[in-house]
């Protein structure tokens, strides 16, 4: 079992930057890859980003690719989001997720919210214009 709990969201205007962090509970959160997902008002719940267990391959979104950038600490069992350049558009709450189905990434890149079985409470970004 994972417990996870973000923070970091916040109120900020467009082109600006917030870093999500997100906390995980127990001795086995390197066991897992991590993801950040978000979802605004009325709109499905989207991937955003993937990190694997030892940090050393990550995975975006078209939309947020080379302006957000996920990493993770395993020794504070903390994953983070950092959020360059936002805009509008990015206003969501955001959550992150533990993976737990296994897929082989070199033919799979585990975008569905599906392959995570562990999920937080999300926090909330809002991008003003």
């Known amino acids: 079992q994972v417990q996870l709990v973000e923070s970091g969201g916040g109120f900020v205007q467009a082109g600006g930057s917030l870093r999500l962090s997100c906390a995980a509970s127990g001795r086995t959160f390197s066991s897992y890859a991590m993801g950040w997902f978000r979802q605004a008002p009325g709109k499905e719940r989207e991937f955003v980003a993937r990190i694997s267990r030892s940090g050393g391959r990550t995975y975006y979104a078209g939309s947020v690719k080379g302006r957000f950038t996920i990493s993770r600490d395993n020794a504070k069992n903390t994953v983070y989001l950092r959020m360059n350049s936002l805009k509008p558009e990015d206003t969501a709450v955001y959550y992150c997720?533990?993976?737990?189905?296994?897929?082989?990434?070199?033919?799979?890149?585990?975008?569905?919210?599906?392959?995570?079985?562990?999920w937080g409470q999300g926090t909330q970004v809002t991008v003003s214009s």
């Open positions: 997720a533990a993976q737990t189905t296994v897929v082989d990434e070199r033919v799979v890149v585990p975008t569905r919210a599906g392959f995570y079985g562990y």
